[in-house]
Every structure is written in C-alpha cells, then in structure tokens.
C-alpha cells in the first residue's frame, strides 16, 4: 500500500500545478511505459518519467548491465516504481504482444529496423508510439510514425547503425524534452495521437515542427497519389 504522507511529499510541487493535481498525479502511476534503448537518450527520458511518477515501465537494451543500472537508478529515486527488464529477444518473439501490455511505447533505440517493427505493432494493437533519434547537433522526434511511410521514406542518417558524430547534449535534451511530452499526453483524456515530427537543432537552440514525411500512396495514410 502507498504510504499517502511520502507520496504527497514526493510530488507535492507537481500536485500544485492546475494541469497536473492529485488526480493526474494518481493517473500517472496507474500508466506504464515500455522504454526500447537504455543509453544517453532513454536514461534521461526514464530518470524523469520516474520523477514524474509514472507507475510501470518495461526496459529493453541489447546491454544488460546499463538496463540494471536504470533499474537501481529508479529504486534509489522512487521506490514504488515497478520496473521490469527484458531481453531484446522479446521482440523477436512476439513483438505485438510485449507492446500490448504498456500504455504507450517509446523506442530510442536509434535503429531503423526496431523503430519499423515497433511502429507496425503499436499500429496492429493501437498503443501510442513514439520514436527519437539524435546525429550531429540534430535530433528528432517523432509522434506516431506510419510504418507503410517509414518503409519507404528516403535514409535518414540520424538513423544508421553506424557510430557517428554526435554533440553529446544533444541525447540527454531529445530524452528529456520527450518525458515532458509523454507525461502530457498521458494525462490527456482520450486523445488519439496524431502523426508529428519536431526537429532540435543544437547549433542555433531552436525546436521545428516538421511535417512528417508521407508516402502519397500510402494505403494507411489514405493520400491519393496525384
Ligand atoms: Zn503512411
């Protein structure tokens, strides 16, 4: 049972705020995040939507030891935080069903083909998806990317497997300004997740809606080819 004084304590300065209050707050705990990448981006985007209470999160990384650092992490900050770790062959398995049991699913894993696996599911089971990548001083975010469109979208670098340059706060602001967006959404009654795109350039501090790229002959996004 959840001690009410601690809790009350623990979140008092997000209960003051009119957009959050005691009955978001409670939302928030009843929510539950499967998190795919555990690195510079996913570290700062779990810290804080543990900070911000959200109750549940499921944890994949290819790396064991920085999922369990996460974990410890969340424990030593809040320990009615229920965090569960998987393998990344939970994916292969039955990729539908791991995103089935989350109320939204994140992947930042900065690879195409997981991005394009999750993005299917999450489209198959209705669960919001959202992605973020980071290259150079650029990162983007992407808020329910189509996968028929993905599939066919022109490379996007930001996307390799390949190591490449990478301003370092460039991660750690992408995680950090996509935790903020989720604990939004999450507290938005009934709200159907459109597709978006926001680009970060670091060089100049600025943030850029885009429109996302979309196939004209898209089946799913229903664009007539002219
Ligand atoms: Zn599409």
New binding site residues.
Partial sequence: MVDQTSWMERYSRQILLPEIGGIGQKKLAKCSVGLVGANSMGLPFFLFGVGAGIGRWGVIDTSKSRAKEMDQQAKLRNPEINVKLFSPQKLKENVASWVNQWSIVVDLSNDSTIQLQLSSACQLTGIPFFSACCHGSTGLLFQAP?P??LLTAPPQPTLSKKKSDLATMVPGLIGTVLAQKIVKFLLEPGVRLSPGLTSFCAEDSTFTNLTPY??KS?P??NIVNN
């Fill in positions: 189509c028929f469109c979309m196939n898209c799913t996004c």
